[in-house]
C-alpha cells in the first residue's frame, strides 16, 4: 500500500525514443517508458472490442491499465484509465 504518489528519478533504463503510445504515469516521462507493456483484449456483448495496455510501476508497485474500445458503426474512441494501489 501507498499513501502518496512519490515521483522517480527520470533515466534509470536508457534512452528514450520518438514515436509510438508513451504512458505518461505517475509523472511526465517515467522510468519504465521504453519497456514493454501488459496487454489483454476483450470483446463485448454488443460487438465493441477494447484493448486494454499498462504495467505494474516497478519502483512503487502502482498499476495502471489504459483501455482503448471501438465501436460497430460509431466512429470514435473511448479511453478508460484505472488505477489500483
Known amino acids: 500500500y501507498n ?3 512519490k515521483p522517480a528519478l527520470v533515466g534509470l533504463l536508457g534512452p528514450w525514443i520518438s514515436g509510438g503510445i508513451e504512458f ?3 509523472q511526465h516521462h517515467r522510468p519504465t517508458t521504453f519497456m514493454p507493456v501488459d496487454f489483454t483484449q476483450q ?3 454488443h ?3 477494447t484493448v486494454w495496455m499498462g504495467e505494474v510501476e516497478p519502483m ?9 474500445t471501438l465501436y460497430p458503426d460509431r466512429a470514435l474512441i473511448e ?6 494501489n
Request: glycine residues 18%; proline residues 4%; hydrophobic residues 35%.
Open 3 to 5: 499513501e502518496v504518489v
Open 60 to 68: 512503487r508497485g502502482l498499476q495502471v491499465m489504459t483501455g482503448f
Open 47 to 49: 460487438g465493441e472490442y
Open 79 to 84: 479511453i478508460t484509465g484505472k488505477v489500483f
Open 43 to 45: 470483446q463485448g456483448e
Open 24 to 26: 505518461n504515469w505517475p
